[in-house]
């Protein structure tokens, strides 16, 4: 299976308006992203899909490959934009604002698609579990359920489940917006009209649920640091800065 890796890009994120552009070490965000995932060796080829060209010419500027897209709502919708005559079987969304993803949950993520003989499974993202209480409640860490077999039953910003009976210790977990999809299902995705609960949530993988498709979520234990405010890039810094120095 060819196996290619495209980061989404947009330059005016509503939470944090330029904040690819911003400096992490010596290097922008989106630089520091798009050269962690080439350095993996995972993929066939690396892309970012943008419709700035301030981001483009970064990654031109690089020597890395840049596709510009139109205006999208999602990450995903840009995707299927820039992939859609690029010759691939299996399409990994990189979040351009998560810079320190490596190698292990891309393997976690591609055994999902070995396994699945029949095809059954469109696309396959990470969670990881959540301890502490403020990160429970943060808006900006998105919550997954799923059932008994992996396979995600809803995303929300709120608090799922919700623990009413006390006597039982509800486990949390975060949604890591790292995707693997089908490129057939990604195609079809984009070609889908947004429904109320992804309107109301701004979490586009509702739309997949939405219309019926199944998406396996797959725990992993890797921290990152997704850059979703100002605060964000702050510890994003301390952790490079920890990880020159060690």
Do not use: W
């Not at 690819?20 to 520091?32: D, N, P, S």
């Not at 060796?41 to 970064?58: G, P």
């Not at 396959?124 to 959540?130: G, Q």
């Amino acid at each position: 299976m060819k196996t290619i890796a495209v980061i989404p890009a947009r330059y005016q994120a509503s939470r944090f308006p330029g904040k690819l552009m911003q400096i992490l070490g010596e290097k922008t965000v989106i630089a520091t992203t798009y050269q962690n995932v080439v350095e993996t060796q995972f993929f066939d080829e690396v892309f970012v899909a943008t419709d700035s060209e301030i981001i483009f010419n970064e990654i031109k500027n690089i020597g890395g490959n840049a596709v510009m897209t139109g205006n999208h709502e999602t990450g995903s919708d840009r995707i299927a934009e820039a992939v859609e005559n690029i010759d691939c079987d299996i399409v990994i969304n990189v979040q351009g604002d998560e810079p320190f993803l490596k190698t292990e949950p891309f393997k976690q993520l591609m055994e999902v698609f070995k396994n699945d003989f029949e095809e059954k499974i469109s696309l396959a993202s990470l969670k990881i579990k959540l301890k502490e209480q403020d990160e429970i409640e943060n808006p900006n860490n998105v919550k997954v359920i799923t059932d008994n077999e992996g396979f995600a039953l809803y995303f929300s910003r709120s608090v799922i489940p919700y623990s009413r009976e006390t006597s039982v210790q509800a486990e949390y977990f975060k949604h890591i917006g790292v995707y693997a999809f089908r490129k057939k299902a990604l195609l079809n995705f984009a070609k889908l009209k947004m429904q109320p609960l992804e309107i109301a949530e701004k979490i586009e993988c509702i739309r997949y649920l939405e219309y019926g498709m199944k998406i396996k979520m797959i725990e992993t234990d890797f921290i990152g640091v997704g850059i979703d405010v100002p605060e964000d890039l702050e510890k994003a810094r301390l952790i490079l800065k920890n990880s020159i120095n060690s």
